[in-house]
């Protein structure tokens, strides 16, 4: 039997590579992201090469009631998933307020309400199929975020979602698993506005391949929590035996505007 897999921000950095991981496995693909265009080169590429069915779906899925007509959209081809990717993501850089509102509000629609709404629409394929979800959170969820307040907030959400839902489907045969890079090399620090930031600049970053095909790799191992990265994971951990306040005040230090 056919497997399917969405990934959704599929057009670019860790979305494009987990994608390929998929194709690469023979797994056919429906791919989402708002640049319709880069999605459809793609597809060409990833049939070409790998000989699998790609469906492309234009979508931006930050804007109102976008997740649910995804979802009617890949129903309406009469496929089910075998595996959920929710890798589209945003961040907003900055002091809070200083933000649009509406920069806000479209974030966490983007970051928090899309992922839910697509894990809720696409369960039942997922429990028929013994499937996987893969949900992209960040180191960020592990502490408060000072410059990127909501942003920080928005990956705790899907941090501690992905977690209580990976125990809820235990018994179920679907595995939930949460990938938590640190700053990548991606398009996300110029679509966020932090190339000013203390907490990237001048800094050595991950590739989104390497990224993407570890975290792959976690999702396949059915682990819960995978942390890219050595010294993330240590910080990561570190914060369990930090006061909060003081964890606070370190990511202020570090995410701080530079000259």
């Known amino acids: 039997m056919k497997q399917w897999a969405l990934v959704t ?10 994608a390929e991981c998929f194709a690469k496995d023979g797994i056919s693909l429906v791919l989402s992201a708002r640049n319709e265009a880069k999605l459809a080169e793609l597809a060409a590429d ?4 790998y000989k699998v069915d790609v469906i492309v779906i234009g979508s931006d899925l930050s804007k109102p ?3 649910s007509e995804l ?3 890949v129903k309406a081809h009469s496929i089910e998933l075998s595996y959920l990717v929710n890798n589209a993501g945003v961040g907003t850089y900055g002091l809070f307020k200083d933000t649009p509102v509406e920069d806000t509000t479209s974030m966490l629609r983007l970051n928090m309400e899309a992922l839910t709404v697509l894990c809720s629409g696409f369960m039942p394929d997922l429990l028929k199929t013994g499937g996987k979800i893969l949900n992209v959170a960040s180191t960020a969820a592990f502490q408060p975020g000072p410059y990127m307040a909501a942003y920080y907030a928005t990956k705790a959400y899907v941090l501690s979602f992905s977690e209580a839902l990976a125990e809820e489907l235990a018994d179920s045969g679907v595995a ?19 190339q000013k930031s203390a907490l990237v600049q001048g800094k ?3 590739s989104s391949e390497d990224v993407a095909v ?13 942390i890219h990265g050595a010294l993330n994971w240590t910080m990561a951990q570190s914060i369990r035996f930090t006061p909060r306040s003081w964890a606070t005040k370190v990511v202020k230090f570090i995410s701080k505007p530079v000259a």
Request: with cysteine; charged share 15%.
């Open 71 to 73: 979802v009617a959209k």
């Open 204 to 206: 050595r970053m991950p």
């Open 46 to 49: 990833y049939m070409g090469k």
């Open 214 to 226: 570890k975290g792959y790799a976690a999702m396949k191992r059915n682990q819960r929590v995978y």
């Open 9 to 18: 921000g599929a057009s670019s950095g860790i979305g494009l590579h987990l």
């Open 176 to 194: 939930v698993c949460t990938l938590c890079p640190g700053p990548t090399a991606s398009g996300f620090q110029a679509e966020a506005n932090m």
């Open 65 to 67: 009631n976008a997740a």
